[in-house]
């Protein structure tokens, strides 16, 4: 099987597509839900270019919108989490309810007439086992139809009781899809990897795809298999769940050539007497982490230095990539890739 041309990893008019098609209908996660467990908290940040903010209303409903007052495109609050009881514009001071409903055009000398259904532009967001969500798109499936058989494959690890603990963000100078291809194949282990390939068989690591989401089996080097589930659900999202606790990974667009890779932890034991034991596990992470994010820095370099144009899929390890890609195509549509680039038939 064909990858996709090298132009979907740096072209900006895909960029723009993708935005849109993939990121704008689909469900993102944000991470951690505590920061809108009680009336008035808040969590904001960036999804794919779209300022967005959830908040915990005071009857108890989540709610979500654009980050975007409307009266002249102003930010509501930065990004981050807290406690409010409304929305101020920090730009003209015009103020919402936590429903979105506008309450004040402060001293604008506009009527109740004029500014009638400027509220705020809401989105949809839900909560699962501790995760919260968000859907730019007004139509889809509900959150649990679209996890699908991955929210089954996460049963038998008690991720409610595990406590957010920590989190870690690296901007990478690459495409998302670089980095998505990376997570979905072991293939590179042995040569990427030489902790972890110390510690597993890589000839054993095996990457299945499903409907939409994928899972990772290895063998240990004694030939037990690891007391870890390596889960990824397209397009962006991987949740690492082991015996103590579990790592989240998602990885957002900021470009054509360059994502935002967001990593939070939780621990089943948050006490001083496992903090070392958890400090472990981190670096171990980041290890992997950063080494993932040199390979996959130098790929996109060659991705965009012109020579190379597509390759092919190895099918003993890359199945998993070929069904990100189908999807990829799937969603997007054909590309488009610049005059000259397209691959041979």
Not at 12 to 23: G, P, V, Y
Not at 25 to 44: H, I, K, M, R, S
Not at 255 to 263: E, M, N, Y
Request: proline fraction near 7%.
């Amino acid at each position: 099987m064909q990858t996709l041309p090298a132009s979907d990893y740096w072209s900006a008019a895909t960029h723009r597509c993708e935005r849109r098609a993939i990121f704008a209908t689909e469900w993102q996660c944000l991470g951690p839900a505590a920061p809108v467990d009680a009336p008035g908290g808040y969590l904001a940040e960036e999804l794919a270019g779209w300022p967005i903010v959830v908040v915990r209303d005071g009857s108890g409903a989540l709610r979500a919108f654009h980050n975007v007052c409307r009266h002249r495109a102003g930010p509501l609050v930065d990004d981050g989490c807290g406690a409010l009881r409304s929305f101020v514009c920090r730009y003209h001071g015009w103020a919402y309810g936590l429903d979105g409903a506008l309450r004040s055009a402060r001293d604008s000398g506009l009527s109740d007439a004029e500014v009638a259904g400027l509220d705020l532009l809401p989105i949809c967001a839900e909560e699962w086992r501790g995760l919260l969500f968000v859907r730019l798109a007004p139509d889809g499936p509900p959150l649990v139809e679209w996890l699908g058989a991955f929210g089954d494959a996460c049963e038998g690890h008690p991720m409610e009781a595990w406590q957010p603990a920590h989190r870690a963000e690296h901007q990478l100078a690459c495409n998302w899809k670089t980095y998505g291809d990376n997570y979905l194949e072991g293939y590179h282990v042995p040569l990427v990897h030489p902790a972890l390939t110390r510690t597993v068989d890589p000839s054993s690591y095996r990457v299945e795809a499903f409907d939409g989401w994928a899972r990772h089996t290895v063998q240990t080097r004694a030939g037990a298999t690891t007391s870890g589930t390596w889960l990824w659900h397209w397009p962006n999202l991987a949740v690492n769940l082991y015996e103590a606790g579990m790592s989240v990974e998602r990885w957002v667009p900021t470009g054509p050539t360059s994502c935002r890779l967001v990593l939070d932890y939780w621990f089943a034991d948050t006490s001083s007497e496992a903090m070392e034991g958890n400090r472990l596990a981190i670096e171990g992470s980041t290890t992997l982490c950063l080494e993932d994010q040199a390979i996959c820095e130098a790929v996109q370099r060659n991705l965009e230095a012109g020579e190379y144009v597509w390759g092919l899929l190895s099918p003993r390890h890359e199945d998993s990539v070929g069904a990100f890609h189908d999807m990829v195509r799937t969603a997007r549509g054909p590309s488009n890739p610049p005059e000259g680039v397209t691959p041979d038939e």
